[in-house]
């Protein structure tokens, strides 16, 4: 029993020895990186979109270029056929 007595004692003991933790460095880490994770989403849907445009830029051009081809396609064949 002296022995469990002894545990407990040294548990409060140590207990009330430790100072609170400061937690304002960890909030303010915390702060920070929602910060960035905000900022970071707002870079991610920018690249996004510009990739999007980009697609459809090539979209477009490839269309232009089947429609190209095929007037060019038209008149080889006109005269080189004929």
């Known amino acids: 029993m002296r022995e469990l007595e002894q545990k407990q004692n040294k548990c409060c003991h ?28 707002g870079i991610v849907k920018t690249v996004i979109d510009d990739l999007k445009d980009l697609l459809d830029a090539a979209t477009e051009h490839n269309e232009t270029a089947n429609g190209a081809q095929g007037i060019f396609s038209a008149i080889i064949d006109y005269f080189v056929n004929e």
């Open 14 to 41: 140590d207990n009330n020895n430790n100072k609170p933790t400061d937690l304002s460095a960890i909030i303010k880490r915390l702060d920070k990186a929602e910060k960035d994770i905000l900022e970071l989403g």
